[in-house]
């Protein structure tokens, strides 16, 4: 079932993939010295139990509870579970620095810096639009080169224009 929910692909850091690779590559070395035949099987199983536990770890439940809700148009369920997030990545920045190192994303944006702009575009939904717009402001102050949050201010206030100038006075 396809979402009706807006996605925005995120960018890959491809110079990432060199740990996975090298992880891999020292798994199959390992494997090789007991066995010569299967050593590429046994070092990608491991190596995919390795990623899942330290993506189950780095990625605490909030945020896949939070990503589901918003799929499920859920917006103003998610909001709490999107403020969980935040706050964990808050206390556990190294993390979401070094994302990469812990094969756990290879996106350009940061899993916190995505959480906050997920937070502001559930606000959006539900109609709290300068709740949102702060959102947005605070996540262009942290992280100036955002484009979705440069989108979605541009559209905030040019659709705030536009309604302002069809009120009578």
């Known amino acids: 079932m ?20 090298l992880v891999i590559g020292i798994l199959c070395m390992v494997y090789y010295q007991w066995d010569r035949k299967n050593y590429f099987v046994f070092g990608f199983i491991t190596y995919l139990i390795i990623w899942y536990g330290l993506r189950t770890m780095a ?17 103003g369920e998610a909001i709490p579970y999107i403020e969980r997030s935040i706050e964990y990545y808050n206390k556990h920045l190294w993390i979401d620095k070094y994302r990469f190192l812990l094969m756990v994303s290879s996106s350009k944006k940061g899993i916190r810096e995505s959480s906050i702009c997920n937070l502001g575009f559930c606000l959006l939904q539900i109609g709290q639009v300068k709740a949102a717009k702060e959102v947005y402001e605070d996540v262009l102050r942290q992280y100036p080169e955002n484009t979705v949050a440069i989108i979605q201010l541009r559209t905030i206030n040019t659709i705030s224009n536009s309604t302002e100038s069809k009120i009578p006075e």
Do not use: D, G, M, N
């Open 2 to 21: 396809s979402s009706k929910v807006p996605f925005v692909k995120q960018e890959t850091v491809w110079l990432a993939i060199i740990p996975h690779i």
């Open 59 to 75: 990625f605490p439940k909030e945020v896949h509870k939070s990503i589901r809700l918003i799929k499920e148009e859920k917006f």
